[in-house]
């Protein structure tokens, strides 16, 4: 057989209940993998948690979690391997409840072809649709559509008719290259290894002579040549080389080669592997590459030819799958990792929200947990990227929430955004350092945060004043003055929050650009937002001072009334009653102000500025 056929990566996927972990045990036990102690060690599990009354339940041959045995449901992804005569398969056992669509795209994005169950009894549902486009977006071309459990139908021709002509007219504006329906019932084995005598009126091939046969033509050896360097190899001072795995086209020594970022050329001199040189390398192959010249490449760079590099660019279009309970809002930041690249990376904009059932494109200002966007993304420095429908691994990204470490989305890139190309940082002479030597100043940001009407601004505003008596230039950025000009086109939903704080974060750092000391006062209640203006500064240019006041005492303060309104309902999205307010974690300075006075408060904050040098 053809080598690129004899291995095939495939995921079950569909609604929950649909089958598709009974449909891999069945593809186990058929092909004779399931030794005798694997056995009887099922047989006595499905007793104890099986769902096929006194038979043996095939599908916790997959359901290996403790959790998905006690539900009957699949949580997290199960690779199984299995071969018949003619191919080998891996299979991905992806769980169908909406809350772990996470773990669906996981196994989508190394699979070539999707067996999308479909329960006869149901039809097509929300789940089915969503797995489609996910698979869809993940660039698989060859799904099958298997109408399972069409015994408990009575194997009616009708029924399978009506479930696959709702699936084709659905998935007609997915772009797939073949879709092959087939009738099956996964615990009974009916057309799975062997065409079934229950199906007289079905004509096709079983599951698994459509696997055996089906080219899935993912021949990544004839794309052009990519090379993610994931490690610099120098255990020497005689060997420099670059360790990865080949993403795409293939390569030899000699051939030239370019750092897709900086457009160095150079040629290739060894294909390094544990084994031995090889005179050549191809897709999927890990190996070390050694250059002919002393080219300056590091850990995230890409290598390939001169006459086919990759797009380099910090902003671009793609699609993002959104998979964190905490709501995507434009211009929050997160890491991104793509490739072997990590970089603080925002979406600008989201372009439109995918309705699964319908495919239909809606204006949306927030993706929510398993909702899919087209959106276009800012990161914060140049990266080598591909169309995803070109090359996976230079196409994909992923977001990473920045305080929780989770994955927060996962994302395919449509296009590099060619704007603004003609504009430049321009360096100017007189810099930050020289403003602020000639104001004798060290500047920073003053950054209150804290409930409204926990006294942020009238704190900031004695801090202010004690530091323009000892002649230190300052200027202060206030919540509700920004409100009258720069963000008067801003509302108090989340997603204006953010854009709030965004500018004024960057008007901050212009003021300590300009050598200033800078008093923000803002309630600002996200901490990602509050992270994001420190990453826009220096070290020690933020100094973030949380004035603690208990909402309580906030209450009963109310100098501008809005506490009432707000639990009148008069007033929307306030922060304390229906927005919430994450309290920093670590702040420079904590000032509590419950039996204090706001200029022992200030006074708290100008002996910690003169701890830092600051004549106060």
Request: net charge negative; hydrophobic share 40%; glycine share 8%.
């Amino acid at each position: 057989m053809d080598g690129a056929r004899k291995l095939l990566r495939f995921l079950t996927c569909g609604s929950v209940d649909d089958g598709k972990s009974t449909l891999i045990g069945r593809l186990l036990y058929d092909s004779q993998l399931i030794f005798e102690d694997t056995l009887a060690t099922l047989a006595k599990d499905s007793r104890k948690h099986g769902t096929t009354g006194e038979e043996i339940d095939l599908a916790l041959l997959v359901d290996g979690l403790e959790a998905e045995r006690q539900q009957g449901i699949t949580i997290d992804v199960a690779y199984r391997f299995f071969a018949t005569p003619r191919r080998s398969f891996i299979v991905a056992d992806t769980p169908g409840h909406e809350q772990y669509t996470r773990n669906m795209a996981t196994g989508a994005s190394s699979a070539s072809l999707a067996v999308i169950l479909i329960d006869a009894r149901k039809g097509v549902l929300t789940q089915t649709r969503r797995h489609s486009y996910i698979c869809s977006l993940m660039g698989i071309r060859d799904i099958v559509v298997a109408v399972n459990k069409i015994d408990l139908v009575g194997f009616d021709e009708d029924v399978f008719d009506r479930i696959v002509g709702d699936y084709a007219t659905f998935a007609a504006g997915l772009g797939f290259r073949s879709i092959v329906p087939i009738p099956l019932s996964a615990r009974f084995g009916d057309n799975v290894t062997t065409r079934s005598g229950n199906t007289p009126w079905y004509h096709g091939p079983s599951l698994v002579e459509h696997l055996e046969t089906v080219d899935v033509g993912q021949d990544l050896s004839a794309r052009p040549f990519r090379f993610p360097v994931q490690w610099v190899n120098r255990p020497n001072l005689d060997f420099r080389g670059f360790a990865g795995t080949v993403a795409a086209g293939r390569i030899a020594p000699g051939d030239q080669v370019v750092v897709a970022a900086s457009g160095k050329s150079s040629r290739v001199a060894r294909i390094v592997t544990a084994d031995g040189d090889l005179a050549a390398a191809e897709a999927g192959q890990a190996v070390t590459l050694t250059l002919e010249d002393e080219v300056d490449v590091a850990r995230g760079d890409v290598l390939s030819t001169a006459a086919d590099r990759p797009q380099v660019a910090d902003q671009f279009a793609g699609h993002l799958l959104w998979m964190d309970e905490e709501a995507m809002l434009p211009g929050r930041s997160y890491m991104m990792r793509i490739g072997n690249v990590w970089t603080p990376c925002s979406v600008t904009s989201i372009r439109h929200r995918v309705d699964v059932n319908t495919l239909e494109e809606h204006a949306a200002r927030r993706l929510s947990l398993n909702e899919i966007g087209f959106c276009n993304f800012s990161a914060g420095q140049q990266v080598p990227l591909d169309p995803y429908a070109d090359n996976r691994a230079t196409g994909a990204f992923i977001l990473v929430d920045r305080f929780t470490n989770r994955t927060a989305g996962a994302g395919m890139v449509a296009f590099p955004l060619r704007r603004a190309s003609n504009i430049h940082h321009e360096h100017f002479t007189v810099d930050k350092s020289a403003r602020a030597a000639l104001l004798g100043n060290a500047p920073l940001v003053l950054w209150f945060t804290g409930l409204s009407g926990s006294g942020k601004s009238t704190i900031a505003n004695i801090a202010e004043q004690a530091l323009h008596r000892a002649g230190r230039p300052t200027y202060t950025l206030d919540g509700d003055n920004v409100r009258h000009g720069l963000c008067r086109d801003l509302g108090f939903t989340a997603e204006d929050r953010v854009e709030n704080i965004r500018r004024v974060g960057e008007v901050a750092k212009l003021f300590v650009d300009a050598g200033m000391i800078v008093l923000c006062s803002f309630i600002s209640p996200f901490r990602a937002e509050r992270r994001m203006v420190r990453d826009l500064l220096g070290p020690g240019e933020f100094v973030e001072v949380f004035v603690d006041t208990t909402i309580e005492a906030c209450m009963a303060r109310d100098p501008k009334g809005l506490y009432a309104k707000a639990q009148a309902g008069q007033i929307k999205n306030f922060t304390g009653i229906d927005s919430p307010y994450e309290s920093p974690e670590a702040p420079e300075l904590r000032i509590g102000t419950e039996g204090r006075t706001p200029a022992e408060c200030a006074e708290e904050i100008l002996v910690a500025l003169r701890a830092r040098g600051i004549a106060c």
